[in-house]
Structures are given as structure tokens and as C-alpha cells.
């Protein structure tokens, strides 16, 4: 019937309508009390009687009405999962979670939006007559990313939910970029770049499969100055992985007397030469105790019911971890030692010089409260100065990265926010897909529904995205809202010049996948320095070249291991239950070597995207692929400043081998010249303090190494 839901057990139920006035009258018997205090409430109040949400959720107690299937709800939580908002969004409609047809009602929307920005691009003055295409099917590549069951069938809201990363790096020296993807369960897979966007999969004799394992990150990084980048996996407590590479697409593990075989709840990684000694180090996220001692299926630790709430829980805290490297191999850590010992839950951190005295600094983003600026102190230690320069930053980062949007030679900061999106109006299944509250700021809403102990402080927050523009001097203005940079549901960032104009753009990945509404991916080019503009739906990124919108998520079997499961009531045989298509991870490289940059995105329990640009085919493109060569500083050059100049105009980016959220990038770096045929000049800092200028053999369209001097 129209207007109506099935309830949990299949059949119909009222009208949403008349189902909450029917619930606003309802009153619980005796014989069904409060589970914390005996106390017999209402259906509603039952539940946000829960004493966990009532301390750090109050006015949500008094002023949320969502139209709740307590049947399900008591089902699904029985250990107070409720005190998260996220798990009230599904519990709201359950049918979100069972029968739904995600696609029938969001690609109405898409082709909306679609309409809308075409329309209103006129002022787009960056060039945007181009497209991405799909390039997975011929590139060989069958990868499939595979969640544990807490992130499907068994769904709670823990930091299992925030998926994967992909590395990339040219592993056997052949000049061609290969691809390492990550997955909770099964094998992580290295594909060898073949050319011309194939790959093959090498997995087996690289030996770096790793299988059921729980990954979350990778990187490529020369441990040991041989030219030949290594490899570093990290996990959720399977223990984090160094693979020594020995060339030819071998590996050799050596975790154990590296020292960096912490296990623990780890995420991304930082390679950076912290001392300038010329080994490069690393600084490792780790987000905090999400998981209890029991297993799940395929070996995974189970999560804290309350994942989400462990901010709030000191005996929860897992600090970061600083790894000096020694050399042969053999790292320590020295976190105390260097003062980063902090508080935290921390997915993700990227290091830039940014005070110019040669040492790399580094920012900490934090899922749940204040991110954190360390200064570098020339190698002896670090300081944190965030109050000096972001006396406020996002409330829920999941990533940051430091570019020069405007060419003016100084890094400015970007920083994504998820955790603010959490939000009924964002996350409820709505017709429309209101544009304006996914491009708006969130902080009316947090600051209503949580408490100064959850929100860790709400006058230093920011509640979405930030963007801080360097105004030198140490000096930083946020401004975001005037950039255009809000995004919905964000995890990670790449950086890159997609039209080749000289001006650095923007890829956000979006969304979450089972069991919530589809979130686009952003795409914003950049109009020249003075802000970003909307261009995911005009360059085909949205919808998404494959037309996928839903997958089959998991399938239960509801007459047999499944039946006492939620989602199996009145339901036989073995039924698949759908969620949306989500990324978490990406990176930029040119996958099929024609010049521009594509995009591969590692998708959350499905196959990666392979998104080909045809931007060389749409017009004549300039630019210049740099590889770093370093002799007294480490090999890779991290670290190192480069600046081109062409045309009369110059471009500064700084190298730090970071891109995507989990995601890594050992590439040459992409300069963009717009329309300067020619490269008049490229000077380079170098960690080691050398500086350097190169005038001869810089043809634009081709790769450029540069070596860095002897003393």
C-alpha cells in the first residue's frame, strides 16, 4: 500500500503518519521496564532512557521523533548500539536496511543534480570539456574489497565502516605505476602495471597477499635507500606488516626485526624524514580500542557496542606511535621522546614544512574532536602550536592535506569532516537529496544534539569541512564556505590537476555504503586560485560511468544459519540484501599513460573503479612528470620543495607521497603548465637543506629526474 512500510516481520504497518501518533501515545506495560532502571516509560523514552546517550545526546532525548520499529530495534541492539545516532537513521525505516530499491530512488536525483550543474556552469571559466570513462573492464584488474560481518550482515556503527586504502608505486622498476589493493577479509592483491591501463595480478610471487588479515592501510616507501620502494600494511589488530622489496616484483617480509610490528588499532601511516638524517621515518595513526576480546567470522575482533562513544573513555586511548629509523632495517620509537604523545583517536596525519625552517612539521586529524599541529623543533622534538595557528579546526576529520591552491608559493591547508554529517537530514532516505544541506555546515544541528563531554570542547570546533588559506606569517584564514569546498560524507582528499591548467583540483571520495543513502563523489575544479567549483556530474564521475548505484551487500540464510537473524524474519531460503556503492580511497596517476590523470578508487565491499580521463583527447595538454632522486637526503626526496616555472607563471608543490584517504602515492609528481610549451626553470629544497636549480633538457610532456647534488 501506498504510504506505508513492512514492518519488521514482513507484514504492513500504518502509515508513517499515523504510526507516530499512534506511538506518541503509547505507554510500555509494567512487565516491560527501562533494561538500565527499571523504570516504565513510553516506547520512546525507553530507549533514550539509555543512560550513555542521555549523558552526552541530551537534547536528542527530548526533541528527535523518528518513526521507530521497536520490534527491530530491540532485536538489533541489544547491547545499547542506540546510543549512536547512526543506528537510530536505520532503525528509523527499517526497510532502508531490507527491501528498498536504492536505485530507483537516487538516480532521479542524480539526473537532477546533474541537470543543475550543467545549467549553472556557465561561470566555470576552468576548462571542463572533458570526461572521465570506465576503465575497469579492460584493465584486467578483479579485485573485490570484503568486509567483516560487523560492516554488513551484523551492521553496528564501529570504525570497521571506515574501509581500506590503495597504494601505488612502481615496484619492479620497469616504469610503469602498479596497484596494491587492501581488504578486511581475504587476500590484499598487487597488480602489475602492464601499460596502457592492464594489469596483471602478481600477488602470489610478490608474496604480499596477507590473507583475512583486517588491512586498513598502505604504503610504498624506500625504507633503505635502494631505489626500490617497499612496503608497509597496517591492520586492526593482526599485526602491521614490512615488506622488504628485493626487486622484480619480489618481497620479503620483515616485520619482526624492523620493530614496527606494533598490533593494535592502526590506520594510515606518515613517511617522513622528521630528523633529516636521510632515512625516511614513519608516524603511525592509530584510532583507538574499538574491539572486545570475541571473534566473528574470519577471525576479526567483535567491536565495542558503543565503538563510537570511545573518545569519551580515557581507559580506551591508543596514542600514535613515532618509528625513528635507524637504518638496516630497524626502527624506534621514540614518540615520548619527540613530546607527540596526545589524545586522540587519529586516522590519518600529513607532514609539510610549513614554518620554511626545513623540518617537516605535522598535522593530526581526529575523528571525534580537536585536530592537532605539531611544530618540528629541527629534528629534537615537537611542540604543538595548533592554538597559534587553527584555534579551531573540524570536529570529525577524517584527512588533511597541505597544497598550494593559489600558486602564491605558501601551502594552505584542507581538511574533510565526516563525523558532522552524521546527522538525521543527511543520513535519512529523502526524495530529494537536498543539495544545500549536504554543501552546508552541520553545527546546528551537533551543537543541539550532543554535550560539551562528546563534542570534546564545541567552541574550538568546526562542524564540516575546513579550509585554511595561507596568509603567511604563520598567519591562516578559514574559508570554505567562500571556496565552495563542502562536501557530504567525505573520507579522503587527492590533490591533482585534472584539466592541466596549473592549478591544483579536487577529489573527495564520499559515502558509506550498507546501510545508508547514496553520497556522491566530489570532483571540484579549481578556478584559478579564487575558489572550487561543483564538476563532479559535468566530467562523469556522477553518476557513476558504470551506472552502479546498489550492490548485493550480503545474503542471508534465512531458512537455515540465518533464520533468528533481524533481517530473515519472514523471509525463506537465501535472500541478498542490497546497500549503496561507496568510496573510501583514491589515488591519481596516469593509468593509461596518454598524459592526463585518471583516477583508481578503492570501493567498500566491491570492486575498485578505474576512471580513465579524456582530457589528452579533448584538447592539447603541457605538463611535466617529476621523479625525485635523493643522494644526501633520503632517495625518494620526501620533503623536498619543488617549484616550476613556465610561462612566466610558477606552480610549488611539496612532496609527500600522500594521497585518498588510506592511500598512498610514490608517483612523480604532476605539474600542470597550462599553456607554456616550455619549462624555463625548476628549483628543488631538498630535506637535506641543498638547493637546487635545474635549466637544461626540461621538455614539458615527458618524465624528468632530478638528481640531487653532492655537498
Not at 324 to 336: M, Q, S
Request: charged fraction near 25%; glycine fraction near 10%.
Amino acid at each position: 500500500m501506498a504510504g506505508q512500510l513492512p514492518s519488521s516481520d514482513g507484514a504492513p504497518t500504518m502509515p508513517r503518519r499515523a504510526r507516530r501518533r499512534s506511538m506518541r501515545g503509547s505507554r510500555l506495560t509494567p512487565s516491560q521496564p527501562c533494561r538500565n532502571c527499571a523504570v516504565a516509560t513510553s516506547w520512546r523514552d525507553r530507549w533514550f532512557h539509555d543512560a550513555p546517550f542521555q549523558k552526552h545526546m541530551p537534547s536528542m532525548t527530548k526533541t528527535i521523533r523518528l518513526p521507530l520499529d521497536f520490534g527491530l530495534l530491540r532485536a538489533a541492539n541489544p547491547a545499547r548500539t542506540i546510543g549512536w545516532i547512526c543506528f537510530l537513521m536505520l532503525a528509523a525505516d527499517p526497510a532502508w536496511a531490507q527491501d528498498v530499491d536504492r536505485g530507483a530512488l537516487t538516480m532521479p536525483y542524480l539526473l537532477r543534480r546533474q541537470a543543475y550543474q550543467r545549467t549553472n556552469s556557465a561561470g566555470l571559466t576552468a576548462f571542463h570539456d572533458f570526461a572521465f570513462k570506465d576503465g575497469l573492464p579492460a584493465s584486467g584488474i578483479t579485485f573485490t574489497n570484503r568486509v567483516v560481518d560487523e560492516a554488513g550482515k551484523d551492521w553496528i556503527p564501529t570504525h570497521y565502516d571506515h574501509g581500506n586504502g590503495v597504494a601505488v608505486a612502481d615496484v619492479d622498476g620497469d616504469g610503469i605505476l602498479d596497484l596494491y589493493f587492501t581488504t578486511q577479509l581475504g587476500e590484499n592483491q598487487l597488480w602489475r602495471g602492464l601499460g596502457r591501463g592492464k594489469y596483471e595480478n602478481i600477488t602470489g610471487r610478490a608474496g604480499v597477499g596477507m590473507k583475512d588479515a583486517v588491512s586498513t592501510a598502505a604504503s610504498f616507501v624506500d625504507i633503505d635507500n635502494t631505489g626500490r620502494p617497499d612496503l608497509f600494511v597496517t591492520t586492526i589488530r593482526h599485526g602491521n606488516h614490512l615488506f622488504e622489496n628485493l626487486g622484480g616484483g619480489q618481497f620479503r617480509e620483515i616485520t619482526r626485526e624492523s620493530g614496527l610490528d606494533y598490533s593494535g588499532h592502526s590506520f594510515a601511516t606518515v613517511f617522513f624524514d622528521f630528523d633529516n638524517d636521510g632515512l625516511v621515518d614513519v608516524f603511525l595513526c592509530n584510532v583507538g580500542v574499538f574491539t572486545t576480546e570475541a571473534k566473528g567470522r574470519g577471525g576479526f575482533y567483535k567491536a565495542f557496542p558503543d565503538a563510537f562513544h570511545g573518545h569519551v573513555h580515557p581507559e580506551r586511548t591508543e596514542h600514535s606511535i613515532l618509528y625513528k629509523n635507524l637504518g638496516h632495517h630497524r626502527f624506534k620509537d621514540v614518540t615520548k621522546d619527540m613530546n607527540l604523545t596526545y589524545d586522540g583517536w587519529s586516522g590519518e596525519a600529513t607532514a609539510v614544512d610549513f614554518n620554511g625552517d626545513g623540518y617537516p612539521d605535522l598535522y593530526v586529524a581526529n575523528m571525534q574532536g580537536k585536530n592537532h599541529y605539531f611544530e618540528n623543533q629541527k629534528g629534537k622534538g615537537f611542540v604543538d602550536r595548533t592554538a597559534d595557528h587553527f584555534p579551531k579546526t573540524p570536529w570529525g576529520a577524517m584527512q588533511a592535506k597541505f597544497f598550494d591552491f593559489d600558486n602564491d608559493g605558501r601551502m594552505d591547508l584542507y581538511v574533510v569532516d565526516m563525523h558532522s554529517d552524521m546527522n538525521e537530514a543527511q543520513i535519512r532516505l529523502a526524495g530529494n537529496f537536498n543539495p544545500r544541506i549536504e554543501k552546508s555546515k552541520s553545527e546546528a544541528w551537533c551543537t543541539k544534539q550532543y554535550d560539551e563531554s562528546f563534542l570534546q570542547g564545541s567552541s574550538n570546533n568546526i562542524f564540516g569541512n575546513a579550509f585554511y588559506v595561507n596568509l603567511g606569517g604563520g598567519k591562516f584564514a578559514e574559508r570554505s564556505d567562500a571556496l565552495g569546498v563542502e562536501t557530504y560524507w567525505p573520507w579522503g582528499i587527492s590533490v591533482a590537476d585534472f584539466n592541466a591548467d596549473g592549478f591544483g583540483d579536487l577529489f573527495v571520495t564520499g559515502g558509506m555504503g550498507f546501510p545508508f543513502r547514496y553520497g556522491i563523489n566530489s570532483l571540484l575544479l579549481n578556478q584559478e586560485g579564487k575558489r572550487f567549483h561543483d564538476a563532479e556530474f559535468l566530467l562523469g564521475v556522477e553518476p557513476r560511468p558504470s551506472g552502479e548505484i546498489e550492490i548485493d551487500y550480503f545474503t542471508l540464510d534465512c531458512s537455515g544459519a540465518d533464520k533468528d537473524h533481524r533481517l530473515a524474519q519472514g523471509k525463506t531460503g537465501k535472500v541478498p540484501f542490497k546497500g549503496t556503492v561507496s568510496t573510501r580511497s583514491s589515488v591519481a596517476l596516469d593509468v593509461d599513460d596518454d598524459g592526463d590523470l585518471d583516477l583508481v578508487t578503492l570501493e567498500w565491499n566491491y570492486r575498485p573503479q578505474i576512471l580513465l580521463s579524456t582530457l589528452s583527447d579533448k584538447k592539447a595538454i603541457h605538463y611535466a612528470k617529476i621523479n625525485l632522486v635523493g643522494t644526501k637526503s633520503n632517495r625518494q626526496g620526501l620533503g623536498a620543495l619543488v617549484t616550476v616555472h613556465a610561462g612566466g607563471k610558477t606552480y610549488t608543490q611539496y612532496a609527500d607521497g600522500k594521497s585518498g584517504y588510506l592511500a598512498q602515492s610514490v608517483l612523480p609528481l604532476y605539474f600542470g603548465l597550462g599553456d607554456a610549451a616550455r619549462i624555463d626553470r625548476i628549483e628543488v629544497r631538498w630535506p637535506s637543506g641543498i638547493r637546487q636549480s635545474f635549466v637544461e633538457g626540461l621538455e614539458s610532456n615527458r618524465l624528468l629526474t632530478l638528481r640531487e647534488k653532492a655537498d
